[in-house]
């Protein structure tokens, strides 16, 4: 297959990258390196010398999008500004890359009939429904412009699958972890910060008492859940539809700190001794998320491989191996 993965330089598109091309298929990454980084796809262009390409350019602009699905069969849509306190300080820019970047690749898909078309959704989507597990089907209002761009993304697949007779899945993936989340930066994600300033002896704040919880969730089951996506069969039921992508269970901030805790103090036993700071709660922050896995279970045949356990002790030696 000919695969097209924007932001395929960013943590998620690279490991999607590295799946597809390892199971013999010819990839395509779309990426503007400005969330992603070289390093993470580097090594797939003397591995992969005639499978793998590179186009720099950005989803804002349609010609860009044009030009990067030529040939293409499949589009795993992962670019996006991700972080809902960056989408609260800078909603602009969120929007046009969010939006406005996304309609360009469903355009540009569209034209050259792409067979189907997948794309990151959010849990995020799921705003200020205080419903446990979270339903695919049944949300609440957004609490962020993140948020926003990332429902506005869903409600765009389903008209232009209504009105132009395109396939899409889009993933609701859920506070994913794992080998090259970026541990740096004003926006980076609870798990690689955590991890970064334990390994540093430095002490985590947690906003609020710890007691929001999440969904972690593992990036090989992300992987799954693609593949799945791309091998559902044509006009199927499972096709043009929302999955929540996840594990399954939920993990307060404390739990899972004390988790890193435990994995870290094998390379390091003063970490065990760290203690976190509290901070406030953040602006737009859901406090609890869950996710029914139920529909993917029945439509995609999805069984994750992952627990949050199993996955933070992956992440936790590689990211050791990186600092040393």
């Given at each position: 297959m000919n695969i097209l993965i924007t932001g395929g330089a960013g943590f998620i598109g690279s490991n999607l990258c590295e799946f597809f091309l390892a199971q013999g298929h010819n990839v395509t990454c779309l990426d503007n390196f400005s969330t992603g980084k070289r390093e993470n796809i580097q090594p797939f262009f003397s591995q992969y010398p005639s499978a793998f390409q590179l186009i720099e350019g950005d989803i804002r602009n349609l010609?860009?999008?044009?030009?990067?699905?030529?040939?293409?069969?499949?589009?795993?849509?992962?670019?996006?500004?991700?972080?809902?306190?960056?989408?609260?300080?800078?909603?602009?820019?969120?929007?046009?890359?969010n939006i406005s970047g996304f309609l360009n690749m469903l355009v540009a898909a569209r034209d050259e009939k792409v067979k189907r078309f997948i794309f990151a959704a959010s849990s995020s989507t799921y705003g200020d429904s205080t419903a446990l597990p979270k339903v695919e089907e049944n949300i609440g209002r957004p609490l962020s412009p993140y948020a926003i761009t990332k429902y506005v993304n869903e409600?765009?697949?389903?008209?232009?699958?209504?009105?132009?007779?395109?396939?899409?899945i889009g993933l609701r993936y859920f506070n994913v972890f794992g080998r090259r989340q970026d541990p740096?930066?004003?926006?980076?994600?609870?798990?690689?910060?955590?991890?970064?300033?334990?390994?540093?002896?430095?002490?985590?704040?947690?906003?609020?008492?710890?007691?929001?919880?999440?969904?972690?969730?593992?990036?090989?089951?992300?992987?799954?859940?693609?593949?799945?996506?791309?091998?559902?069969?044509?006009?199927?039921?499972?096709?043009?539809?929302?999955?929540?992508?996840?594990?399954?269970?939920?993990?307060?901030?404390?739990?899972?700190?004390?988790?890193?805790?435990?994995?870290?103090?094998?390379f390091d036993?003063?970490?065990?001794?760290?203690?976190?700071?509290?901070?406030?709660?953040?602006?737009?922050?859901?406090?609890?998320s869950l996710a029914s896995i139920d529909k993917a279970k029945h439509l995609l045949g999805y069984a994750p491989k992952f627990s949050m356990y199993e996955g933070l002790k992956n992440a936790v030696d590689w990211y050791w191996k990186q600092n040393k």
């Amino acid at each position: 297959m000919n695969i097209l993965i924007t932001g395929g330089a960013g943590f998620i598109g690279s490991n999607l990258c590295e799946f597809f091309l390892a199971q013999g298929h010819n990839v395509t990454c779309l990426d503007n390196f400005s969330t992603g980084k070289r390093e993470n796809i580097q090594p797939f262009f003397s591995q992969y010398p005639s499978a793998f390409q590179l186009i720099e350019g950005d989803i804002r602009n349609l010609e860009t999008c044009r030009r990067a699905v030529v040939g293409v069969d499949y589009v795993l849509h992962e670019a996006a500004l991700g972080s809902v306190p960056r989408s609260i300080n800078d909603p602009i820019t969120t929007n046009e890359v969010n939006i406005s970047g996304f309609l360009n690749m469903l355009v540009a898909a569209r034209d050259e009939k792409v067979k189907r078309f997948i794309f990151a959704a959010s849990s995020s989507t799921y705003g200020d429904s205080t419903a446990l597990p979270k339903v695919e089907e049944n949300i609440g209002r957004p609490l962020s412009p993140y948020a926003i761009t990332k429902y506005v993304n869903e409600l765009y697949a389903d008209v232009f699958c209504r009105t132009y007779g395109m396939e899409y899945i889009g993933l609701r993936y859920f506070n994913v972890f794992g080998r090259r989340q970026d541990p740096n930066g004003a926006y980076a994600a609870v798990i690689p910060l955590f991890v970064k300033l334990l390994i540093e002896h430095k002490q985590p704040i947690i906003n609020g008492d710890g007691e929001y919880s999440r969904d972690f969730t593992y990036i090989d089951n992300v992987l799954l859940m693609n593949k799945l996506a791309i091998e559902a069969k044509v006009g199927s039921d499972a096709v043009n539809q929302i999955y929540n992508t996840a594990f399954g269970e939920r993990t307060t901030l404390n739990q899972l700190l004390g988790a890193l805790k435990e994995l870290l103090s094998q390379f390091d036993p003063e970490i065990q001794n760290i203690e976190p700071i509290h901070g406030p709660n953040r602006s737009g922050d859901i406090p609890h998320s869950l996710a029914s896995i139920d529909k993917a279970k029945h439509l995609l045949g999805y069984a994750p491989k992952f627990s949050m356990y199993e996955g933070l002790k992956n992440a936790v030696d590689w990211y050791w191996k990186q600092n040393k």
